[in-house]
């Protein structure tokens, strides 16, 4: 695998949208070509090169090839954004849209990411080393079809209304998160590490949200069926078992209602 | 202005009868000419298709239900958002696009003139600035009638005078066009949480069935000889079965005879045929009715008819059959939007995606091909997307191409999902027929300007005609026999003329054009009794004064505008 490293060297005065910086829009290029790619800066086109210093060449393919990128992210937007393979690791906090529609490979941000990251995930691994704005793994504005497949962690915490919409794939948050987590779930998995704000899994008509903490305040729409030992990412632990939204519709499977499932710690 | 010479180019022109023959057309001061001087600009088309500019007849493509569709659907042009180089501007949205793209997209696939199809007359002056604001086509507006309760009133007692003196008055403060009428009756009854699903099916309160809505609105249009004729979304729309409605209401117009000076012979258009096409009980016996529809059609001269076909896109519904959207929502669930237009109409949006994996959308693709293959007379039959409720406009090449190419649109019907079942359920696979461009000028230039009362003007490449015309880099002699470069020479026109002036070449925008609002001002008899009426609804229901409702002529700066006088009818 070859090695791409990225080296801030000149803040843009706006934000920059690096639309370009992932391992598919990197392969098959030398350094002085990847330098060429374009990058917006409000309404006007720059070039990567104007704000980085690039060095390594990338591999033939996006799976042959990694990236780094080191310096000061934080107006830099839509980073490793619809990779599809390959690794990326960003040593800095980044702006909006990090790792959004993402479809496969490795993306490890070493920092903050700030909100409508990880947008519409459908697949790959995404690691936030650091805490997580709003809508995290949510879909985009006014879309029904949020994250589907693949694994994003947070370390940290996230902001609210994270995995709005999530039909997939499973996000796990180590640390707390705001308010309307898994608003509209409708598949996939949650895992919150710590505590919730109020209005978990709000009109949520399939899918699991696990929490360890506390929640502030619990929805109306949830109902206790049960409890049960299980092994949630590496804790074995009790959960209470709880069904819901039970305000929203549910489809039917063998003439059993589906409904969505909010396991609490004990 | 100047002078151009097209040469050598293959014309195809039904208002000539012009079959592809070589011949040279003539461009002088907006308009065809028998012979420009030596000095006139010379265009070689040799190898390439000459026809008048496309003229479509319905399309929802300004106002507000548009503008609603737009903003609520923010992640239709969050990809698809882009400047092109040149005179330009940014151009967005996929099946809500802007007023530009809009405007842009038409004229590079050959249009010169697009009909918005359904406005809501208290909200007309939204339409005119939409409409001011699509750049290079022509357009106009039909307002909707089908659910007004003036219109339902007066036609409960059979008062064809004074429908016909208040639908000149609408007309004249909305600067419409025509009559258009959506899910007769079912809107209005949808404010009851009801709908109108048959012409019997009674509107509450109001006491009039959609039968008699649609007899009265075809007699009030005929009565003021208005250039187009009365034009129907039918009642239960997209649902399965519903094909004998839609026979029902065609059959309304049996008896009925066109009254007007424009050279219009039909008393009816039904739009969007595919979605009033269906047989079976729900979605899983869903079959094809589209012969049985087409056997009538094709020998009841009186009626045209738009396709409306499926492009198997993900789209945006958006239709004034509020009832309609709310069904649509429950198959879906996604968003819905709703609104009531006080005395007048309702509109809905939901998001669509035509899946080809699913059956249903892959039937409803093929039905709406078997229209046009199927209809005798293509001066009747006119192809349209429903824009964008089948579909984008922007997808007409495709369409186009499937119904040229045989191989191709039955590439895509063998390789469905659960093609077996989508060729047992419709008749596409046993039609061989493919449409010929002569058929193809019939059915998106010479008709759809027939049947809009245009033909004097538009539509064909006449001496005299308005210089509306598309350049297609397709050589009838090699017809392009992959259906991708058929779709290709559709979507960017070699050259396109609107009022003789280039305004697209090379698939590039080069000039905004002169565009005009198309509006009808129809004269009546002095009519106190509905002038009162119009008083009184205002005062005592309409939410805003009558002196803020018309259409300042500031909102349609360059009008064209049709004059008709019912005064001595």
Not at chain 2, 10 to 25: A, E, M, N, R, S
Not at chain 2, 349 to 372: F, H, R, T
């Amino acid at each position: 695998m070859n090695t791409v490293t990225l080296t801030v060297k000149k803040q843009p005065e706006l934000y920059l949208e690096c639309e370009n910086v992932n391992p598919d829009a990197f392969a098959g290029k030398k350094a002085a070509d990847i330098a060429k790619l374009g990058a917006y800066q409000g309404k006007e086109t720059s070039t990567l090169g104007d704000f980085f210093t690039i060095s390594g060449d990338a591999g033939a393919t996006a799976a042959d090839t990694k990236i780094v990128v080191n310096g000061d992210c934080t107006k830099m937007k839509y980073l490793g954004a619809k990779m599809t393979a390959g690794e990326m690791v960003v040593n800095s906090a980044c702006d909006m849209y990090t790792g959004s529609w993402m479809k496969g490979g490795k993306l490890t941000v070493n920092g903050d990411v700030h909100s409508f990251c990880g947008l519409a995930m459908a697949g790959g691994e995404f690691t936030i080393n650091g805490n997580a704005g709003n809508y995290l793994g949510a879909a985009y504005r006014g879309d029904w079809r949020g994250m589907s497949g693949g694994v994003l962690r947070v370390k940290g915490n996230a902001g609210s209304d994270v995995c709005s919409f999530m039909i997939g794939g499973t996000l796990i948050v180590e640390g707390d998160v705001d308010i309307h987590l898994g608003t509209h779930m409708e598949g996939g998995k949650i895992i919150l590490k710590g505590n919730a704000n109020r209005r978990v899994g709000g009109q949520l008509v399939k899918g699991e949200i696990y929490v360890f903490g506390k929640i502030n305040v619990m929805m109306p729409g949830y109902k206790p069926v049960g409890e049960q030992e299980m092994d949630v990412d590496g804790t074995k632990a009790t959960f209470v078992d709880y069904i819901g939204d039970l305000g929203e519709r549910h489809p039917k499977r063998k003439g059993e209602t589906v409904y969505g499932h909010l396991y609490m710690k004990k | 202005m100047s002078e151009f010479i097209i040469k050598n180019g293959h014309v195809f022109d039904p208002v000539q009868g012009i079959k592809g023959d070589k011949k040279d057309i003539c461009v002088k001061d907006g308009k065809v000419v028998d012979k420009v001087g030596s000095s006139a600009k010379t265009i070689d088309a040799t190898g390439k298709t000459v026809m008048a500019g496309a003229l479509d007849i319905h399309a929802h493509v300004a106002g507000p239900k548009v503008n609603a569709g737009r903003w609520y659907r923010p992640e239709d042009k969050h990809f698809d958002s882009h400047k092109k180089a040149g005179i330009t501007r940014i151009e967005g949205g996929k099946s809500i696009p802007t007023v530009f793209k809009t405007g842009y997209e038409y004229a590079r696939m050959g249009f010169t003139f697009a009909m918005e199809a359904a406005m809501p007359p208290l909200y007309a002056r939204h339409v005119h600035e939409e409409i001011h604001d699509t750049p290079i086509i022509d357009e106009g507006a039909l307002p909707v009638f089908g659910n007004n309760w003036f219109i339902m009133e007066y036609l409960k007692n059979q008062e064809i005078e004074n429908t016909a003196a208040y639908i000149a008055w609408i007309l004249r403060q909305t600067k419409g066009y025509g009559i258009k009428c959506v899910n007769p009756g079912g809107t209005e009854a949808w404010a009851w949480g009801l709908n109108c699903l048959t012409i019997h099916d009674p509107v509450p309160y109001f006491d009039i069935t959609p039968g008699e809505i649609v007899t009265g609105l075809m007699k009030a249009n005929e009565y003021l000889g208005l250039p187009h004729s009365f034009h129907v979304h039918q009642n239960d729309l997209g649902n399965p079965g519903n094909y004998k409605t839609t026979l029902d209401t065609l059959k309304l117009a049996e008896g009925i005879k066109a009254q007007n000076t424009f050279g219009r012979e039909q008393v009816l258009h039904s739009t969007h045929l595919q979605f009033h096409s269906y047989k079976g009980t729900n979605w899983g016996d869903f079959e094809s009715a589209s012969k049985e529809v087409m056997d009538y059609v094709n020998k009841q001269k009186n009626i045209t008819f738009d396709t409306g076909n499926v492009t198997l896109d993900e789209t945006t519904t958006m239709t004034a059959d509020g009832p309609f959207e709310h069904h649509l929502h429950g198959l879906n669930h996604l968003k819905w939007f709703n609104v009531d237009v006080e005395l007048e109409t309702a509109a809905g949006i939901v998001p669509y995606i035509y899946d080809p994996n699913i059956s249903g959308c892959a039937k409803q693709w093929a039905i709406g091909l078997e229209l046009a293959l199927f209809a005798k007379d293509p001066m009747r039959c006119f192809i349209t997307t429903d824009h964008p409720n089948a579909g984008p406009f922007t997808r007409y090449p495709r369409v186009y191409a499937w119904l040229m190419s045989k191989k191709y649109r039955d590439e895509r019907l063998n390789t469905f999902k659960n093609a077996d079942k989508v060729i047992a359920g419709t008749h596409l696979a046993g039609i061989d027929k493919e449409l010929s461009l002569y058929e193809f000028a019939c059915m998106t230039r010479a008709g759809p300007a027939k049947a809009l009362g245009l033909a004097k003007d538009f539509g064909g490449l006449k001496a005299g005609m308005n210089a509306d015309i598309a350049i297609y880099n397709i050589n009838p002699d090699k017809f392009p026999s992959a259906g991708a470069e058929i779709e290709k020479a559709f979507a960017n026109v070699a050259y396109l003329f609107k009022d003789g002036k280039i305004c697209v070449e090379g698939g590039k925008v080069v000039d905004m054009g002169k565009k005009h609002t198309f509006w009808v001002d129809a004269k009546v008899p002095e009519n106190k009794q509905v002038m009162h009426d119009i008083r009184e609804k205002f005062l005592r229901y309409y939410s805003v004064n009558e002196n803020n409702y018309p259409v300042p002529e500031s909102y349609a700066p360059h009008q064209h505008i049709i004059t008709v006088d019912a005064t001595k009818a």
